[in-house]
């Protein structure tokens, strides 16, 4: 299945994709995972690309197209993928229509997870990450086993330099007038599967699943 989870941030994009991952062994591409590598590297691209995360805002389309259309390409995405945090501008869902036409392959659906903005705020503010491995938590709703370090791995957990309460606010803005859209876009491409993401990450994925038919 060739999919794209759609929504503001914090909605659970990035929780509902890992599940879905599990279920049908297809990747997770999360644009925000692959520029959050991106960031550490000493280059003027990881320079440029750490202080536009770090304000909220958008890296510009051609890089994230680029970065995209080569993950696309590699093996494990020949049965399916799941596009996490992409596309996020009518520019880049134009630019993924052109890749997908190339390499033969069509989109199954956008699965959109709507979630207010007082919830997210909440949402993100509680999330920790493991600064070793990744893994994420939520201090009151996936809180880890001990305090402050990771079940996984033990290692330390902390929070995203952009989930900071003011640079949280700055992406819900950029979400509501840069990604919105997208919305609409898919909608009218009867692609669209709207979830209702104010319910348990249980019960959100069983949504999804429902509307797949997985
Ligand atoms: P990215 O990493 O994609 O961030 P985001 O879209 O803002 O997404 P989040 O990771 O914050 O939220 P999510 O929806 O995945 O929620 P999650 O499951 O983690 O992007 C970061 C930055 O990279 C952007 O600001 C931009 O600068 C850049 N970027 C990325 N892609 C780009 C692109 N295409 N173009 C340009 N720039 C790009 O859940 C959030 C929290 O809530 C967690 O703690 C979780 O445990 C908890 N939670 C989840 N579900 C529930 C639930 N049902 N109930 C209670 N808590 C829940």
């Known amino acids: 299945m060739n999919l794209i989870f759609l929504g503001p941030p914090g909605a659970g994009k990035g929780t509902q994709a890992k599940k879905l991952v599990d279920l049908l ?10 520029l959050r590598e991106k960031k550490r590297e000493d280059s003027p691209l ?11 805002k958008l890296v510009p389309d051609e890089i994230v197209i680029e970065i995209v259309k080569e993950r696309l390409g590699k093996p494990d ?3 399916g993928f799941i596009l996490d945090g992409f596309p996020r501008t009518i520019p880049q869902a134009e630019a993924l229509e052109k890749i997908l036409a190339e ?3 069509q ?4 699965v959109y997870i709507d979630v207010p903005d007082e919830e997210l705020i909440r949402r993100i503010s509680g999330r920790r990450v493991c600064e070793e491995c990744g893994e994420e938590y939520h201090i009151i709703f996936k809180p880890p086993r001990v305090e402050g370090v990771c079940d996984k791995c033990g290692g330390k957990l902390i929070q995203r330099e952009d989930d900071k309460e003011e640079v949280v606010k700055k992406r819900i803005e950029v979400y509501n007038e840069s990604t919105a859209p997208l919305v609409d876009f898919y909608e009218k491409k ?3 599967k709207k979830i209702n993401g104010v319910a348990s990450m249980e019960n959100v994925f069983e949504s999804i699943k429902t509307s797949l038919g997985v």
């Open 103 to 105: 390499m033969r392959k």
């Open 190 to 192: 009867g692609l669209l």
């Open 25 to 34: 062994g297809i990747p997770q591409i999360s644009t925000g995972d692959i």
């Open 77 to 79: 995405c020949g049965k």
């Open 46 to 56: 990881g320079h440029k690309v750490r202080e536009i995360m770090s304000e909220g």
């Open 107 to 110: 989109l199954d659906a956008v």
